[in-house]
């Protein structure tokens, strides 16, 4: 090959190694610091933290003249929203230990002051070769596992292991430990843990979820975790109160919509059998609505051309508007005129001593688009009640708000500290839009404090039935290890439900595929299997791609695969709703269906590994590295390239329709 090409594919690579190193570097030191407070204070080192000290540097194998170290402790925050938690928590502190050395680099450990384990971070300042060696998952087990049974008492009671991740192109391995109590998975409790494929050690170790460090203050023998109502009992009222429905998801781009099954899948209390109501969980509040998130300031030409439309309210009537909805006790700091490709609105900031906010209104109607009152109460316990609350919110609405495709008879209500939170839903046709309708929010006063829209603008009637069954969707919900009995935080302590384990909405489409609400495959790796693979040519490499959660569900090897599949294959599990046309260059609603052949191939993972500039450098490659190089045209260098970093070698076969196997292949060469 050309010396240019290997010198040219040479850099880089060596530039992509540097960038990732800083980045890593950015990302571990933010990732490990705990948010320190105004009180957090140096101690000094005593014999007992000196005993600590010899301890950690034993359980976490440190060594090394490092030229600072530091003993930091720093008060837990006792506002948990949680009073069972707050009790726990209070007068406890967290303590991190950090060494640092401009050579060896930066290490910190934490630890709570009764000696539960927080967070450990390791970054080392190497400038020396990569350490080529492979280490695979059950290298970076091995590694997390010798040390978290040292740092954690009565660990393998504690965690266990649940997902892993290998993530492509970079040189981490993750592992993901979920908290149990008493045996029983605590929700949205996790422990992360980074091993580094380059030094062969662990990088990071952190606790994350809802609380997750006051978590650790949780003792097993508080709770004996028996369930008095069976799993089938509890499939059945949820099949009950709230299965799976047909309902309308639209895509990211708003572009297109489709027909799908979800539910907002409700806890039940494990003793009593009731729906239970869990206040401690936080609500989806949109801070933008559609109609004004892409809205721009207006030019001065663009404000003459539109103060001449006889359609627009005067900003005199909307001031009075504004005024009527939050009362006169607010005075009007600012009025200006916005737009997005539909509507004009006017932006309204608002003044008043104690809460001063904003809102938007639609410039021809006046109706309300948003409203935000700013409130910095956190001492205040709201008497308000859910049917008050959906009265207030339904007579603002009837006043200032437009109820098109509202459904008022399934309002959600959530409840806060000093907020009750009414969730009006969106409904199309009969059927419910996915994260689509108006959420308002209800002071402790009975006050309306925040007003947000969100409707799309899709063309519902493009979306396509699906040969799916409201049955056979709960089904797939149910079988797939989601649904089962939990501890969940609640105001007065953990609290054995049964209901979703991983925090997600779940929706069912018509590949039968279990996804989030933002399209991610649930549990994708256990998914991926093909009746085909005993003919593979390379099991090792199609198990490795699986690793990564690269790879199909309900394919062969044998299949042609389309060009919406490799988009998805490509992009991991997000769906193909994630295509930028404007990255790849292709109209994809208009080749989504065609069976992709290999030249398409080529060129999607040159852009998607960021290699396209390559292909526009002229004079510097060979003309006979393939048989009819120059029939390739357009994609001559994106072959080239391609070549170059040993993708593909020399037989090359442009108009193919390649099969599922032979484009894994491709795809493990590019990142391997």
Do not use: C, H
Request: proline share 2%; charged share 35%; glycine share 4%.
């Amino acid at each position: 090959m050309n010396k240019k090409i290997i010198f040219g594919l040479a850099l880089i690579l060596v530039t992509g190694s540097v960038y990732a190193s800083i980045n890593k570097d950015l990302a571990v030191n933010y990732s490990s610091k705990y948010i320190e407070t105004d009180e957090a204070v140096t101690l000094e080192v005593t014999d007992v933290e000196k005993k600590k000290v010899e301890e950690i540097k034993k359980i976490f194998n440190i060594s090394g003249d490092y030229e600072s170290f530091t003993i930091l402790s720093d008060p837990m925050n006792s506002d948990s929203g949680s009073d069972y938690l707050n009790k726990l928590i209070k007068n406890k502190s967290i303590t991190t230990y950090r060494w640092s050395d401009e050579k060896l680099g930066e290490l910190s450990v934490s630890y709570t002051s009764d000696g539960e384990f927080i967070s450990y971070s390791k970054w080392t300042s190497s400038n020396e070769e990569n350490n080529k060696k492979k280490y695979s998952k059950d290298n970076a087990l091995k590694a997390a596992e010798n040390i978290l049974k040292k740092a954690i008492k009565d660990f393998d009671k504690k965690y266990i292991l649940s997902d892993y991740s290998i993530r492509p192109g970079s040189d981490y391995i993750d592992l993901t430990y979920q908290r149990l109590l008493a045996g029983i998975p605590l929700a949205d409790n996790y422990l992360n843990v980074s091993f580094s494929t380059e030094t062969g050690e662990i990088s990071d170790m952190m606790l994350m979820g809802d609380n997750s460090y006051a978590i650790t203050f949780l003792k097993d023998e508080d709770f004996k975790g028996e369930a008095k109502i069976s799993l089938e009992d509890a499939q059945k009222i949820f099949l009950e109160k709230s299965p799976l429905t047909l309902s309308y998801k639209v895509t990211k781009d708003g572009k297109s919509v489709e027909k799908v099954f979800s539910s907002d899948v409700v806890d039940i209390d494990a003793l009593t059998g009731k729906v239970f109501k869990n206040n401690l969980r936080d609500p989806f509040m949109p801070y933008a609505t559609e109609e004004a998130k892409d809205s721009a300031g207006l030019s001065e030409v663009e404000v003459k051309k539109i103060d001449g439309l006889k359609d627009l309210k005067k900003k005199s009537e909307a001031k009075d508007k504004a005024l009527e909805i939050v009362g006169k006790s607010y005075t009007v700091e600012s009025i200006s005129l916005t737009s997005d490709k539909d509507n004009y609105y006017y932006r309204i900031n608002l003044e008043n001593e104690k809460n001063p906010g904003s809102l938007l209104l639609n410039a021809k109607t006046l109706k309300l688009v948003s409203l935000d009152i700013y409130n910095d109460k956190r001492d205040v316990k709201t008497k308000v009640t859910d049917e008050e609350a959906k009265k207030i919110a339904l007579d603002f609405l009837e006043k200032y708000g437009d109820k098109t495709e509202l459904n008022l008879e399934k309002i959600d209500v959530k409840k806060f500290d000093y907020t009750t939170i009414p969730f009006i839903p969106r409904f199309v046709n009969s059927l419910p839009v996915l994260g689509e309708g108006v959420t308002i929010a209800v002071d402790d006063e009975k006050n309306v404090v925040t007003y947000e829209k969100y409707f799309s603008t899709a063309d519902f009637s493009k979306a396509k039935d699906i040969a799916l069954t409201k049955d056979e969707a709960n089904k797939i919900y149910l079988n797939s290890k989601n649904f089962g009995l939990k501890y969940e935080m609640t105001e007065e302590g953990p609290k054995l439900l049964y209901g979703k384990i991983k925090n997600i909405v779940p929706l069912v489409g018509e590949d039968k595929i279990l996804r989030d609400k933002f399209g991610n495959v649930v549990n994708f790796k256990n998914q991926i299997s093909y009746e085909d693979f005993d003919n593979a040519k390379n099991k090792e490499a199609i198990n490795y791609l699986k690793d990564m959660e690269i790879g199909t569900i309900g394919k062969k090897l044998s299949d042609k695969i389309t060009y919406k599949e490799f988009i998805e294959l490509i992009s991991r599990n997000y769906g193909w709703e994630y295509y930028d046309d404007n990255r790849y260059g292709f109209d994809m609603n208009k080749v989504k269906d065609k069976k992709i052949p290999e030249r398409d191939v080529i060129k999607f993972l040159i852009i998607d590994n960021s290699l396209q500039d390559f292909t526009k450098a002229k004079g510097i490659f060979k003309d006979d590295l393939f048989k009819n190089q120059k029939s390739l045209k357009e994609y001559e260098n994106y072959y080239i390239i391609a070549r170059g970093f040993g993708y593909i070698g020399d037989e090359i076969n442009p108009d193919k329709e390649l099969n599922l196997e032979e484009i894994l292949y491709i795809i493990y060469n590019s990142i391997k």
